[in-house]
């Protein structure tokens, strides 16, 4: 007993320690935000290359799926707007991988992570785009979930982070509309366009849900995330929003959306959704959803294939530093 009590008693490095998180704490809950230079908790380190490296590679891999329909998108005009839209995902990707740099993150350990399957990217890339009413649903509904989860973030405690968010959020607004415009031309077009757009909603929908994360009952993150303000608001809160936002618009398209128990409560005005799916969820985090391999093999290729680029590039950056040394 009387050992056990020595053992608790503080030494002067847990003085120190503690003194630090209380400073840190304190910084946080009066919305100052931290740099990279600033001292802070490891485990507040950790959840931010966690979170940030998850983020960026979602990124990077958001690009397969619609990059798939660059060749073969139906006019000029759609096929320039495509081809922006995908590489405005890898910018994002990029300040992304930038923001996790600044946390002693490198960029190559991440990639490295990505590659050997050994990284989480968002579940929502491990779905095939079967048609071209895909690309306008990812737009409209992926793009418009992540600029719901991604505004709060413009105010997440870590600086860098959240400068990152306020350009990708700009860009995804355009990205949300661009896929607006695509379903609304479908849903405007001949049966067989409104048949198109309606089957890519049915199977867009619940996976764009499954986007915000596991219920708040099973989130292991939210609580320590929110004390420190890297989240503003819950998965179920963040879902609910998205909900309010769609449902309108589906209507305003004249398209179902695929949840026969979704109801306006009376009371909130908010849109009540039926079950989700978590088990799919969690089998497609898992690896076994219906393209993470495919997901996988193309972004190992990209990379093996980009080998020379980065040879080319080293290169030339070792070059200019010997000429600006003589
Ligand atoms: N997919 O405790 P939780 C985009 C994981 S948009 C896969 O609630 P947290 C884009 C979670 O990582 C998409 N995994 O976690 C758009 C954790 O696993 P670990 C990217 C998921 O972090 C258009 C576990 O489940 N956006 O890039 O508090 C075109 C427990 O979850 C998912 C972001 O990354 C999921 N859907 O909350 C192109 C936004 N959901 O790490 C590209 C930033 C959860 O313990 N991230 N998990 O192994 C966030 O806001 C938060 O990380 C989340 C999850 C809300 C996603």
Redesign the pocket.
Known sequence: MYTQALNDLPTPHNLEDAEKMANFQTRIDSEDRIEANDWMPEAYRR?LV???S??AH??II??LP?GAWITRAPSLRRKAALLAKVQD?CG?GLYLYAAAETLNASREALMDQLMEGKA??????NYPTMTWADIGA?GWL??G??IM??IP?CRCSYGPYARAMIRVCKE?SF?QRQGFEIMMTLAKGSARQKAMAQDALNRWWWPSL?????PDT?????DQ?TRWKI?RFS?DE?RQKFVDATVPQAQFLGLTLPDPDLRQDEVTGNWMYGEIDWEE?KQ??AGNGPCNQDRLASRRKAHEEGAWVREAAAAYAARQVSRHAA
Request: no cysteine; proline share 2%.
């Open positions: 959840t966690r979170q940030i998850q983020h979602s990124e958001g690009q619609e995902e994002h989480k990217y968002s579940s929502i890339f990812i992926v793009d979930a992540a989860n991604q973030l995804e990205h499954m986007m915000f994360g596991p099973d989130s292991q993150h939210s995330s989240k998965n963040l969820f497609v985090i």
